[in-house]
Each structure stands twice: as C-alpha cells, then as structure tokens.
C-alpha cells in the first residue's frame, strides 16, 4: 500500500495527539479524515523513542481492524502496554518521538538465505515460539544476517542458534515506516 506523504504526517499528528487525549493533556479524541487507505486492513506497528531509545513498540503483524482504529490502538499499546516499560507519564509525551510502521502481508520463505537484513522484517516460528522484527531493527542495530536470526531466536525464548533447525520456520515483510523525526525535526 503507498501512503502519501499528507496521511502519514495526518497519522502521526492524530496518533500524538491520541496519547495526549489518553493522558488527559488535551479534551478531544483526534480523528483522522476519511480517506479509503484509513479502510483497509494491514499489520501497523507503532514505536516510541525517547532520547533515541526505544520507550514503546507494540503491533499487530497481520491486519484484522481497518488502519483507522488499529493506529489509535496500537499507539495507546506502545504507550501503556508495552510490558518491557513502565506506561507513559503525562511529562515524557514532550520527549517521545512516534513511528509508524505499516506492513506488507506476510510471505513464508523456504531459507533464510532469502532475508534481507534492512529490508525485510522477520517472523520466526519454533515450536510454540514466535518473534518478530520490524525491517529497520536490523539497520540500527548493525546486524547482519546471522546476528539479526540469533538475537530473533533469544526474543522467541530460544536459544540464540534455534534459526538453523529444520522446524524453524520464516515469514518475511516490507514495512512502510515514517518517524515524526521525519517531518517535525
């Protein structure tokens, strides 16, 4: 899905003032105009960073609510319910800087040979295991292939060389990711 430049300012400006809203800073719901991209049902992730740290991120992978509702959702989970951090205060809105990611569907690959690191987000699937990361992960962690799967593996609660077993199975995506650092900054 391609996303004009004005829909992911107007997303990121809704998406803040969401949180705003949740922390009572401000009295009004924000409301995204009606656009038909607002409609369709796609995996979103949203991030938080603090000083360049990560603060929040929660997501869905794959789509099951139109953009429309999952954006608020996700950025009140990102913000609240990330279990990793304690939920957002009222005085850390001024220095969080939002990110959204909009997701591809997901394809299985039948080798990790096939993952570009920076380019593809990873699902990993062990058993009852499973562990996700967003495209850019790799990219700023300076990982190459081998490391970006081992440390995929620890999120999944495995061991960090459980990507080279057979059962390991992979599912990449693209992700359309715009940051307020992007446009605000």
Known sequence: M???VELKKEMLKAARNYLAYKL???DTRPVLSENPVYE???GIFVTLNKNSNLRGCIGHIVGYLPLKES??????A????DPRFPPLQKDELKDITLEISILSDLLPVDSMEKIIPG???VVLKHGYHQAVFLPQVATEQGWDRDEMLANLSLKAGLHPSAYKEKNTEFYVFTADVFSEKDYYE
């Open 2 to 4: 391609i996303i004009p």
């Open 24 to 26: 009572g800073i401000v």
């Open 40 to 42: 369709e049902k796609t």
């Open 71 to 76: 954006l608020f959702e996700m950025a009140e």
């Open 78 to 81: 990102a913000a609240f319910s």
């Open 119 to 121: 380019k593809h987000g």
